[in-house]
């Protein structure tokens, strides 16, 4: 189904392919939970989704550390939380009552007789709440496993690392918090890999983005007398009405587990207008030399496969959450950049609004595409899906491949990440709780 400049439509339309995929991506990769600013104080709490499994990511009540948990009662598998957040002393069963700690050990069961005899005991890991294999953290961005071995998460981050770190270094504090908790979900009618290939695919703005990027220009042309400073709209707006070769400029990068990144020599944020407040602070806490470095780190999207793309410059972030081969969540969270003053964050918000919330100008469009996309894969009169574009054109580099902006590199990338998740099938992956 993968070949090196092409796929099989059954990748995207599968229900058994969707099946492996959830055992073998999504059961073996770091997989983006939360940040830590989301659990600040002991007991706090998020729900969420790694894979298919629901899981709880805590703040323990005793050790203080974040944990992930499945949130699954160990009695009768009943989903033992279901607000999205909030601050618990402990998780109690709605069943039959049975009270886990935040630690995820089991504290109570009510009644606790008529086990003589038989194997139940308290202490036994299939009664407690199961620790997913293996959770940590990179700059409070908290990531999981369901995998008991494989890649370090710092190893499996690799470069999009310094993507993360730039969103942090970008606060003078060197560090982000998460504004409010998800900001906007969109249900997706279609397979999550329209997702994460459209997020670096720079050959749709001009067609699928043509009507916002005209109706930008006029505006620019129109509001304002010349010389007058842009209104903060159109500085958002107004590189989704880029050319090709505004896009082809920027570059993109290829990196190992199917990582990328647009941008490297610029970016749609290349030309924003930084407050002079904010620059002064930046330059009081880094010196005018590395204020320049972290404000000229000129990464678009960077994709950390398969689960999450970080748009540092902007502090923002979409996750992945599939449901199915055909129904994807996906999320927008914001951030605030610790110690700057509110206007950063006025920013931050109006780039989500305008660009990636469910009633803005650019994310429709893209949704229309996955829709029509997922429709048109279900014919079975041509099975493929091509890459070709620049497929001669890669360059080797040290730790990947670059190549144009509007090249098809990152899909090749992708696809062949996901060609070794699902052909190893010796790569351990998550397995139910011994009893
Ligand atoms: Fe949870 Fe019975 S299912 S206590």
Redo the contacts with the bound molecule.
């Keep these: 189904m993968v070949q090196p400049d092409r796929v099989h439509r059954r990748v995207y339309t599968d229900p058994e392919v969707f099946d492996l995929e959830m055992k073998r991506i999504w059961g073996r990769a770091w997989i983006f939970i939360g940040h830590e600013s989301m659990v600040p104080e002991p007991g706090d709490f998020i729900t969420t989704t790694l894979g298919r499994d629901p899981v709880i990511m805590v703040r323990d009540r005793r050790s203080r550390e974040i944990r992930v948990l499945l949130n699954r009662?160990?009695?009768?598998?009943?989903k033992?939380e279901v607000r999205s957040h909030g601050n618990a002393r402990g998780f109690r069963?709605?069943?039959?009552?049975?009270s886990y700690r935040t630690n995820g050990q089991l504290a109570g069961?009510p009644h606790a007789v008529g086990y003589d005899g038989t194997s139940f005991d308290i202490k036994k890991p299939c009664y407690q709440l199961t620790h997913i294999p293996r959770t940590d953290s990179y700059r409070g961005f908290v990531f999981a496993s369901l995998a008991a071995e494989g890649p370090g998460l710092e190893e499996f981050l690799g470069d999009t690392k310094h993507t993360i770190d730039n969103m942090a270094d970008r606060s003078p504090e060197g560090r982000v918090e998460v504004v409010g908790k998800v900001s906007n979900r969109f249900v997706q009618p279609a397979n999550w890999k329209n997702f994460i290939e459209n997020l670096n695919d720079a050959m749709h703005p001009m067609v699928a983005h043509s009507a916002t990027g005209q109706a930008t220009q006029t505006f620019v042309s129109t509001c304002c007398k010349e010389g007058d400073p842009r209104p903060p709209e159109a500085e958002v707006i107004q590189p989704f009405g880029g050319s090709y070769q505004f896009f082809d400029d920027m570059g993109q990068t290829a990196l190992p587990h199917g990582h990328n990144y647009m941008g490297g020599h610029t970016s749609i944020f290349s030309h924003y207008d930084w407050p002079e407040s904010y620059i002064a602070d930046m330059t009081r806490a880094y010196g005018a030399a590395r204020t320049k470095e972290i404000l000229q780190f000129n990464r678009h999207n960077t994709t950390v496969y398969p689960s999450l793309a970080v748009r540092d410059a902007v502090q923002s972030i979409r996750v992945v959450r599939p449901v199915a081969h055909n129904e994807t969540i996906i999320e927008t969270w914001v951030f605030r950049l610790a110690g700057v003053p509110d206007d950063m964050l006025a920013k931050t918000l109006l780039y989500s609004r305008l660009i990636n919330a469910p009633g803005s100008m650019v994310g429709p469009d893209d949704l229309d595409c996955y829709l029509r996309m997922q429709q048109g894969l279900g014919s079975e009169r041509n099975d493929w899906v091509d890459f070709k574009r620049f497929s001669t054109a890669d360059r080797v580099t040290e730790g990947g491949k670059e190549s144009l902006g509007t090249s098809d590199l990152a899909f090749r990338n992708q696809y062949q990440a996901w060609l070794a998740y699902m052909t190893d099938a010796e790569t351990p992956s998550a397995e139910g709780t011994d009893a």
Excluded: A, E, P, Q
């Design positions: 009662c160990g009695h009768r598998g009943v033992l069963c709605l069943y039959h009552g049975w069961v």
